[in-house]
């Protein structure tokens, strides 16, 4: 698959059009939202957005409109927290996180010694990811280099812009999975070195959580931070509570876990960390502090059983949320499902979060917080073409809901609470089409393949 044969000439999609200029829970002004809309892309960029009656007198002579009327087009969803090695392990039960970690996920990791699993895993990790219409992701891989450049280079043929980094883990692992505070900062840097900024790649830092790494790896990761300002850095804290009692023996002497992080320069712009549950004031005033990103993982942390994460106190101290699958610890692709979790979460800590916020949290919200605004989750003029058309009739329940609702919100929360990789008809990467539902993608078994060459 190449991104060579991207049309230059200018396409058009008639349909309902969402896109946020800010927060909605701050001002209601923030969604933007057309009925009967009109998105216009060029050279996998946005070139106008709006009201089709407006818009349509400016298409370019012979432009085709492709008519979507019915559909809503919304900017690609972005998934700040997931495991592409965990893809073959997710559904796995274990009686908590560590156990978890112990019996599925460090056998399943090792496994990324071998490049074609690892060019095979990502493969069809990123087209369950579009199929849900994510299409930008902060991907963890494993400790092993090649399968970060797997990652990458599944995502350069598809031309998404994803996110990446080999793990760090130097200690408390399985010796098969270890790699030492040396290795993994020059693995590290040589991958930044050929993947951070080409085309559409970025790479992220990523010890794995502070368990796994002994002090000299958090000191060396800390300074390749501070070499690459523009790098992102990713690790989960404060996910369950016998984690946390584990990394208070491990780094005695620190006012809190993520304390440890701040003490090796890794709470930042750019630096975002899982789960974020068993947190105090003070935590979250240092998120905030420092513009690090916290990612909600409401799957994850249900299935874990690691705890509710509270958007009240979030909100309280400014510190930016965004939402994210957690897969394979996280249950499902989708990030509608995700909001689905995530609005059931805030219920139970007594916090309303609305289905615009929670679209929000997922497009313009993350790609703010991410600093990617400029880039993606939106569709506003410059910005790359990255966009999903969802169906609101993609099931007999869906469409019988969505013809009865009154307001965007409710429209927003039946594709919430009802839609899942169904609802996505079709998702779009800077302009071309990656995805499409009534398509039988290449990774489907064997059957479902034949009967479509067959019909
Ligand atoms: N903490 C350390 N590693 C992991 C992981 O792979 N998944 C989750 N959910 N938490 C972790
Ligand atoms: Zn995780």
Redesign the pocket.
Known sequence: MTHSAQASAQSAFRAQLLTFNGDPSRSPEAAVFHEDGLLIVEDGHVVATGAYAALAPRLAPGTPVQDMRGKLIVPGFIDTHI?YP?TDMIASPAPG?LPW?DTY?FPTERRFTDEAYARDTASFFLEELLACGTTTALV?CTVHKQSADALFAESEARNLRMVAGKVLMDRNCPEFLRDTAQSGYDDSAELIGRWHNRGRQLYALTP??AP?STEAQLEACGVLARKHADVFVQS?VA?NLD?VKWVNSLFPGHRSYLDIYDHYGLLRRRAVY?HCIHFDAEDRRRMAQTGTVASH?PT?NLF?GSGLFDFDKADEAGMPVALAT?VG?GTSFSMLQTMNEAHKVARLTGHHLTATRMFYLATAGAAAALDLADKVGTLRPQSEADFVVLDPQATPLLARRTARTESLEELLFAFALLGDDRAVYETYAAGRRVHRRDEVRAHAPRAARLAQVVA
């Open positions: 495991h965990q996180l970690l996920t963890y794995r959580f796994t989960h996910e984690e899982g993982c994850s874990l957690d610890g």
